[in-house]
């Protein structure tokens, strides 16, 4: 009996997001992210991101999504030996949880489409690798101290061809990352998908 109770539901399921337009999806790609600071020379850092992702919609679609990333930052500082200048790396890594609700509209067939999507995006971090100097943070004293979560938007173009898809993003942040130093976290991103649904 609940079997067959599963079966209904399964079927009702897939005719409900059949009529919907509704995709179920795995994400994966690659992001290149910065932060800047006033008087601090940065560079980018690569990072990954893999997940999950639904589409409800035809022309115009609802696209929630969660996934795993990394992002941060380099950092240098000049460090004297024996009288010399030297520019120091110095970095931190963090390990993200992302909850972007996009929106978007789609030019062409489900399955052979270009796609303009933008939306929030809240992401918790999970965790905090810092690699800093001891003469880095006094000369920038509380630059390690970072908050927990932050919002940003996303925006970017994509497309659909047969069970794959293809995004590339920017994201930008709305709150500080380190209130002290004014830093948000920004960052490039392609990623691919699969269609499972």
């Not at 600071?37 to 696209?63: L, T």
Request: hydrophobic residues 40%; proline residues 3%.
């Amino acid at each position: 009996m609940k079997k067959a109770l599963f079966g209904i539901l399964l079927l009702v399921t897939l005719s409900i997001g059949a009529k919907a337009q509704f995709i179920l999806g795995l994400k994966g790609g690659a992001d290149f992210s910065k932060m800047n600071i006033d008087n601090i020379k940065a560079s980018s850092i690569a990072g990954y991101q893999a997940g999950i992702f639904m589409r409800a919609g035809n022309s115009v679609f609802f696209q929630p999504e969660i996934y795993l990333s990394s992002s941060g930052s380099k950092f240098y500082s000049q460090n004297a030996t024996g009288g010399n200048y030297s520019l120091e790396e110095n970095k931190v890594r963090f390990t993200n949880v992302n909850f972007p609700l996009l929106f978007g509209t789609a030019f062409g067939p489900r399955n052979l489409n270009f796609r303009i999507l933008a939306g929030p995006v809240y992401s918790v971090i999970a965790d905090k690798n810092r690699s800093f100097s001891q003469s880095f943070m006094n000369a920038n004293p509380g630059i390690e101290k970072y908050v927990s979560n932050t919002l940003g938007y996303q925006g970017g173009i994509g497309g659909d061809a047969g069970s794959f898809t293809i995004d590339f993003r920017y994201e930008g942040g709305l709150t500080q990352i380190n209130k002290d130093y004014t830093q948000k976290q920004n960052q490039w991103s392609i990623s691919l998908g699969f269609k499972l649904l």
